[in-house]
């Protein structure tokens, strides 16, 4: 039995990725020579401002035009290119083991990590992970190859979903963590009090990183649509209920509506990239749709 990337991605799929990027749309600081806007002001890239010219600069970054207007010796600087670090956040508590269409959260965001970390790494840029639940389960450092990719696969597979949800607290320890600028893309049902989780969120934001929400939900918790009285079940506190379904329907979407819109509203005044993500769409079909959607919105 295959294990790692290959067991995740078909060769065609990794065909399709290898020609799609995944791009930062504000400035970041990397390593390597890339396609990413850099905070660090040198004498490559685009130009970015001038500065007064000191004895002992190279006199071929003069701006003689400049000079011509003013009778004055300025020096023109340039932004770096740099590579793009990004860290895949995955929660697997207990809740996200649901699924009712032949997918659960958890397999859908192993496979959104995986196809996000394979485009990354063939774009030049590192990768790196977080798995939680009530803790940091497992982390690794940003790395730029296919090896250290396939390894982080593997400790996704090997990580099931169990323990209650601490999202907000563990965002806090991420965003501490990440001492550099970087993509931090966060893979969650965000079960867990929405104010907190907007401030874990606030915290990678305040530290200037690029933030991407996936908000995945099963289409049974968006829809509501069980026909059947039953017990319901809490997957994370093992709390059960006995209800019928038709009865509390309307107060159910009414209350996830309420929910959404407080993540939208908050995500979207602090400029983080949410998507709510319903697992009945094929994976591969959002990758590729989202992919494309985020290059028209980096230009």
């Known amino acids: 039995m295959s294990t790692g990337i290959a067991s995740v991605l078909k060769p065609e799929e990794l065909a ?10 504000y400035v970041v600081e990397g390593n390597l020579s890339g396609r990413h806007r850099s905070p660090i002001i040198g004498v490559g890239g685009e130009f970015a401002d001038h500065r007064d010219y000191n004895p002992g600069d190279d006199p071929k970054f003069i701006d003689w035009k400049v000079l011509g207007r003013t009778d004055r010796y300025y020096i023109r600087r340039f932004e ?36 996000l970390g394979y485009v990354t790494v ?4 590192s990768v790196g992970l977080y798995i939680y639940s009530e803790k940091i389960d497992a982390m690794t450092g ?15 597979q090997k990580h099931k ?30 079960f867990d ?8 969120l606030a915290h990678f934001r305040k530290n200037n990183h690029d933030v991407i929400l996936f908000h995945l939900l099963d289409p049974m918790e968006i829809d509501f649509n069980f026909k059947k009285g039953g017990e319901f079940i809490d997957m994370e506190t093992n709390e059960r209920i006995v209800v019928d379904p038709r009865g509390i329907a309307d107060g159910y979407r009414e209350a996830l509506n309420e929910f959404l819109t407080k993540y939208r509203k908050a995500c979207a005044e602090m400029k983080v990239d ?5 697992t009945s769409e094929p994976p591969e079909t959002f990758v590729r749709a989202y992919l494309n959607e985020r290059r028209q919105m980096s230009k």
């Open 161 to 190: 979903p169990k323990n209650k949800t601490q999202t907000a607290k563990t965002l806090h320890q991420v965003a501490e963590s990440i001492q550099r600028r970087a993509l931090v893309v966060i893979f969650s049902d965000l």
């Open 274 to 278: 949410y998507r709510l993500v319903n």
């Open 122 to 125: 063939k774009g030049r840029d």
């Open 142 to 156: 940003t790395k730029n190859s296919v090896g250290h990719l396939n390894e982080m696969v593997k400790t996704l």
């Open 80 to 115: 770096n290119e740099t590579n793009l670090r990004v860290y895949l956040v995955v929660d697997r508590s207990a809740s996200m083991d649901y699924g009712s269409a032949g997918i659960t959260k958890y397999q859908y965001a192993t496979y959104l990590a995986s196809a």
């Open 193 to 200: 009090d929405e104010e907190t989780v907007v401030s874990g």
């Open 16 to 25: 399709q990725l290898a020609r799609l990027v995944l791009q930062s749309r």
